[in-house]
């Protein structure tokens, strides 16, 4: 099978943040960073169906050089070879230019299954890997919690996870495109073996300047504050029968604190 995930590099989501001068995003320059968790378990996803089935298993990343050792670790679980779309100035931010970028260099690429997390832990807009489905015209379908691929027939089914616990099969012709939810596997560490090994494995770099791409109808997510949230820290002591009480507590729950 030829499988290729899209693997995103976010911030730590260990790190303490600061707000930049602007107010418009966070102070990236003593920051670390790591692959966005649904995307990780997308690439351990791959990496099962290839035990499995057999074939390649390729990466696809957009973002600065920096990405680049997030690559790494992703080649170093097992992947086979990467591609990184460079765009150090940060330019494409909306989930429909960034699904127009790798739809543009997957047009080069040959895949049975395409498989990206379900969304990124930093914006978490979850729209990249169902737009990406839209600009190739293949099926799709997300939040998959298990998938069983038949590559001889060239199909694919998908447990998708629904609301209220709900669960639902679906079938779909392959090629076909995925998105992952976290937490449906185990994740594998990358071996001795594996790191070094990683560091002979190929990254293309694809200058985003070279595309035949066309951004400029595509409206860009403009940020216009960034801010931390107000704890605010109450007390109320509830008086009256034990009756009264959860009367009480269940009326806040539902009109307060709107948890119910």
């Known amino acids: 099978m030829k499988l290729l995930t899209c693997l995103k590099q976010i911030p730590d989501r260990d790190t303490r943040y600061e707000i930049n001068a602007a107010g418009t995003g966070i102070k990236t320059s003593d920051l670390t960073f790591e692959i966005s968790e649904c995307d990780e378990y997308s690439l351990e996803e791959s990496l099962k169906l290839r035990e499995e089935h057999g074939g390649e298993v390729a990466i696809l990343s957009l973002g600065p050089q920096r990405a680049e050792k997030s690559i790494r670790k992703g080649l170093a679980m097992g992947a086979d070879r990467a591609i990184l779309v460079r765009d150090d100035e940060g330019k494409v ?3 429909h230019a960034v699904a127009k970028v790798l739809a543009e260099v997957l047009k080069e690429e040959e895949y049975d ?3 990206t997390g379900t969304q990124s832990d930093d914006w978490s807009y979850a729209q990249t890997g169902v737009l990406l489905a839209e600009l190739l015209g ?6 998959v919690m298990e998938i069983r691929a038949d590559p001889a027939q060239k199909k694919v089914k998908a447990l998708r ?8 099969w679906v079938e779909l012709p392959m090629p076909a495109v995925l998105t992952i939810q ?3 596997s185990q994740i594998r560490y990358a071996s001795l073996k594996g790191i070094m090994q990683a560091k002979k494995k190929e ?3 694809v200058e985003l300047s070279d595309l035949n791409v066309d951004l400029s109808s595509i409206p860009e997510i403009e940020v216009l504050k960034v801010y931390f949230p107000v704890v605010e820290k109450k007390a109320e002591i509830l008086q009256g029968s034990t009756a009264e009480v959860v009367e009480q507590l269940v009326e806040k729950l539902k009109k307060e604190a709107k948890v119910l």
């Open 93 to 95: 931010t909306s989930p």
């Open 113 to 115: 299954l395409i498989l």
């Open 138 to 143: 293949l099926p799709h379908a997300t939040i």
């Open 161 to 168: 996870e629904m609301e209220s616990g709900w669960f639902q």
């Open 182 to 184: 976290a937490g449906i």
């Open 203 to 205: 990254i293309r770099n």
